[in-house]
């Protein structure tokens, strides 16, 4: 139990262009979802928190103008990277934890790795 | 803010002991979890703990000292399918959940 689908995978795409990811809870409700990115060989960081049908909580210096985030079901939440420029280039991953006995725990989706050109 | 410190890197033979610090600073701390993530690869979740002390799973021990803001990693009886990074993670806040990852530690299993 406790999967998170995140597609797709990897894209590319030209800059200027605007890239949707999606993360899905398949088989349990999310209370919260979770946008990270992570650099090669390095730690994963937090960008936004997102709770079902409320609007995202941005962490300092993530530009939420640049990356959307919606979260209107308990099991699907999206994150667009608007205008994307090569810079944005990296390594997406969402989460997602549930208001369950497991609440602390955080599942994670595989991952989308995103070149912009 | 919030800041972990961890080991960069760790290299350990098969079937021995190993243990991977965790150090932290936050502000409010609720606990500290675990988690192996290899390359190009999800996070999956290791351990975790609020309370002081040893939490055992398996191969997989997690101990937290909350007045030292100390905790660590212990995996006995290691294997080469454990090679991959480490994160230990903080959460500050009951409600939220949100986590803070720590820099990671890339654990090298050699024969």
Same mark, same amino acid.
């Given at each position: 139990?406790?999967?998170?689908?995140?597609?797709?995978?990897?894209? =590319?795409?030209?800059?200027?262009?605007?890239?949707? =990811?999606?993360?899905? !809870? #398949?088989?349990?409700?999310?209370?919260?979802?979770?946008?990270?990115?992570?650099?090669?060989?390095?730690?994963?960081?937090?960008?936004?928190?997102?709770?079902?049908?409320?609007?995202?909580?941005?962490?300092?210096?993530?530009?939420k103008d640049?990356?959307?985030?919606?979260?209107?079901? #308990?099991? #699907?939440?999206?994150?667009?990277?608007?205008?994307?420029?090569?810079?944005?280039? !990296?390594?997406?991953?969402?989460?997602?934890?549930?208001?369950?006995?497991?609440?602390?725990?955080?599942?994670?989706?595989?991952?989308?790795?995103?070149?912009?050109? | 803010?919030?800041?972990?410190?961890?080991?960069?890197?760790?290299?350990?033979?098969?079937g021995a002991?190993?243990?991977?610090?965790?150090?932290?600073?936050?502000?409010?701390?609720?606990? $500290?979890?675990?988690?192996?993530?290899?390359?190009?690869?999800?996070?999956?979740? $290791?351990?975790?703990?609020?309370?002081?002390?040893?939490?055992?799973?398996?191969?997989?021990?997690?101990? $937290?000292?909350?007045?030292?803001?100390?905790?660590?990693?212990?995996?006995?009886?290691?294997?080469?399918?454990?090679?991959?990074?480490?994160?230990?993670?903080?959460?500050?806040?009951y409600n939220?959940?949100?986590?803070?990852?720590?820099?990671?530690?890339?654990?090298?299993?050699?024969?």
């Amino acid at each position: 139990g406790a999967v998170v689908s995140q597609h797709p995978s990897w894209v =590319i795409c030209k800059s200027g262009t605007s890239v949707k =990811i999606e993360c899905r !809870s #398949l088989d349990f409700q999310a209370t919260t979802m979770f946008w990270y990115r992570q650099f090669p060989k390095q730690s994963l960081m937090l960008m936004a928190t997102s709770n079902e049908g409320s609007k995202a909580t941005y962490e300092q210096g993530v530009e939420k103008d640049k990356f959307l985030i919606n979260h209107a079901s #308990l099991t #699907l939440s999206t994150l667009t990277v608007t205008s994307a420029h090569p810079e944005d280039s !990296s390594f997406y991953i969402c989460s997602a934890s549930w208001a369950g006995p497991a609440k602390n725990i955080q599942y994670f989706g595989a991952g989308t790795r995103l070149s912009v050109l | 803010g919030q800041s972990l410190e961890q080991p960069s890197e760790v290299t350990a033979v098969e079937g021995a002991i190993v243990q991977i610090n965790c150090t932290y600073q936050t502000s409010g701390f609720y606990g $500290l979890s675990w988690y192996q993530q290899h390359d190009g690869g999800a996070p999956t979740f $290791l351990s975790y703990n609020a309370l002081d002390g040893l939490e055992e799973t398996g191969r997989f021990s997690s101990f $937290l000292s909350r007045s030292d803001s100390y905790g660590y990693l212990l995996l006995q009886e290691l294997q080469m399918k454990d090679s991959a990074s480490y994160f230990c993670a903080v959460s500050g806040s009951y409600n939220f959940n949100k986590f803070y990852f720590g820099s990671g530690t890339k654990l090298n299993v050699k024969p």
